[in-house]
């Protein structure tokens, strides 16, 4: 007896979604990612194109790459695009020490994103909720994620209402989270070669006092490997 005040307050922060004010402008560096995902802009400004001949839009889009290679811009700038509202959340969002509070916050989260379609939901760092069952032993996770195949089942896929997923470990991820009808479409977002390198770098160094003598061409040729967020960080310390 007595637990009831410690469960923790309502979940309120779904009720609110985020208007994005990203586009492809400012996304440099994975055009092919961008490519891919100009089809989903295309379906939440106008689904008739699509419906009219009785094709369904992905319910799910997964995003997959190393840290900081943008997956987060590319979510905001599908939504930015669309004009439409978008649900920003982090996978440890739904992590709460109270079972079944995760899966709530689940359920209160697509019924706001229902009421708005069409929409983006953006799960960051889904791995946190859906990783695979099977290693999981009796973890109370399972009902979040659980909750999410179910939520991910439940709505038709007219509906307007698109869930975005981004990982750096998809293959943690659980396998019915990844099936057609759920997540149908993966899209990786790689690296940046050479000319989406120094594309980032002039993004960068136009915001910043540059020397004329700086050439940012050579400076893309020699940081391969290096994510968005590195050269970044490259032209801050500079």
Request: glycine share 12%.
């Amino acid at each position: 007896g007595g637990g009831a005040q410690f469960l923790p307050k309502e979940y309120n922060k779904e009720n609110m979604p985020e208007e994005s004010v990203k586009n492809f402008g400012d996304v440099k560096g994975c055009d092919e990612a961008k490519d891919e995902l100009q089809e989903i802009v295309e379906y939440l400004k106008n689904p008739s194109k699509f419906t009219r001949l009785g094709g369904k839009l992905p319910k799910g889009i997964l995003l997959t790459g190393s840290p900081g290679t943008g997956k987060t811009l590319l979510a905001k700038a599908v939504a930015g695009e669309a004009g439409g509202p978008f649900f920003y959340r982090s996978g440890s969002e739904f992590e709460e020490m109270f079972v079944g509070v995760g899966a709530r916050r689940v359920r209160s989260l697509f019924a706001a994103a229902k009421k708005k379609s069409p929409c983006i939901i953006f799960i960051d760092e889904i791995d946190a909720v859906g990783g695979n069952r099977k290693s999981w032993g009796e973890h109370h996770n399972k009902k979040t994620l659980n909750q999410l195949l179910v939520e991910m089942d439940g709505f038709e896929q007219n509906q307007g209402v698109i869930v975005i997923g981004a990982t750096n470990i998809a293959d943690s991820l659980d396998p019915a989270l990844l099936r057609p009808g759920r997540f149908d479409r993966h899209v990786a977002v790689p690296l940046p070669d050479i000319e989406g390198r120094k594309q980032i770098l002039q993004l960068h160094a136009s915001k910043v006092p540059l020397d004329p003598k700086a050439d940012l061409t050579t400076l893309a040729k020699g940081t391969p490997g290096m994510s968005g967020a590195d050269l970044s960080n490259l032209v801050n310390q500079a």
